[in-house]
């Protein structure tokens, strides 16, 4: 195992755990005999999980009739997944000690993943569960938050080339370490017992479909590709970056084609994710 990763996976042990309150829902979710009273339980030991449960569910976003007043309700109403992708993404922002304008841009690029994945899951042919596709686009780029806590300087200098030279994380990583963010963010989620449908997915989103392991179900393999297909979508948007990528062509990637999409697809979803987004802003952050 080359150094670098070894030195981070090590690191690891020094990055807080996922906050108690988010394994006791994610375990709760997972268990069919939980009722919304059970998860209100859980949440309201985190006031401010609470609150922003609150505030998701009188969103825009979701746009209610009637002003959701609490708790309980809130969960009734978004439903146990959607609380669950929640309570992961205001979690994980505070996971991290580290937390200046690179981790700021890093962010905003997973949390706008989250949103356009969860957006797009149900698009056309796509056909992915949202929740899945919501935390996968808000996991797929874990490795890069920890390479900016582990290694600050040295990260610093690869979102430097990404930005100044225009070439891609997984080069400028790999120039720098020998190993990029997808492997290292696949060892932390499996560090942090995640599903093993998520683990792949942020092993692979920067592969082909014809790339993938044998081994992975059609289900796994079309999350792994929407995952890919949204974090394209988000850089041509300019999500985590300096301004939209616009020479970015959606339609080259092979997980575009492998989801069933074509060119006449392009625009509907780059409208779409712009929407999701505007109305997401200030939600997640």
Known sequence: MHKDLK???DAIGD???IPQVANRV???VADSSTSADDLRK???LDPSLAARILRVANSSLYGFRREVETLRHAITLLGFRTVECTVMAASLRDVF???GLSEKLLWEHSTMCGVVGGRLAGYGPVDVPREPAFTAGLLHDLGKIVMANVYRARYAKVMARVYN??????QAENDEFDFDHALLGAHVAETWQLPQALVLAIRHHHDAPSELPDTMSPEQVRL???TTVTTRVCTRLGHGRRGPVEGLQLGSSAAWH????????????????????KRAEGIYG
């Open 97 to 99: 000690a580290n937390f």
């Open 165 to 170: 030279e225009g070439i891609s994380y997984v």
């Open 15 to 17: 990055i807080p755990p």
């Open 42 to 44: 859980i949440i309201e």
């Open 26 to 28: 994610m375990t709760a």
């Open 258 to 277: 492998a989801l069933g999409l074509g060119d006449d697809d392009v625009d509907p979803i780059l409208e779409a994710a712009a929407e999701e987004t």
């Open 7 to 9: 030195r981070a996976l």
């Open 224 to 226: 792994t590709a929407l």
